[in-house]
């Protein structure tokens, strides 16, 4: 069975950058497009980009495009979030999922959840 993990998470200040990484064990992530998520309180969960499983495709929420950049190495099993300019509105919990298949952008087309990291942005 899948299982992720999310890390990379921290405090950072408007204006600064922070790299999430997703590592997959218990199978081969080349297998999976990856989906990021997150969750700020109070909020519904929302998609912020996504990777097939060759990195030749990818896909990202309208509030990130030019500021966050998603990649992958299949061969570490990992896939990455870098975020750049981070925003206030940025400061969420930030998941990474799995699903067979191309990108998608609901939650609920992933079979695989890891356990969340969190992103704070604040001066």
Known sequence: QLQL??????LV????SLSLSCS????ALDSWAIGWFRQAPGK???FVAG???????????DF???????????????VDLQ???LKPEDTANYYCAA????????????????QGTQVTVAS
């Open 13 to 16: 200040q408007p204006g600064g």
């Open 44 to 46: 519904e969960r929302e």
């Open 64 to 78: 990130v495009k030019g500021r966050f950049r998603v990649s992958r190495d299949n061969a570490k099993n990992t």
């Open 99 to 114: 699903r067979t298949g191309p990108i998608r952008i609901g939650g609920n087309a992933y079979e695989y959840w890891g």
């Open 5 to 10: 993990v999310e890390s990379g998470g921290g």
């Open 24 to 27: 997959a064990s218990g199978s």
């Open 83 to 85: 975020m750049n300019r």
């Open 51 to 61: 990777i097939n499983w060759s990195g030749g495709s990818t896909e990202y929420a």
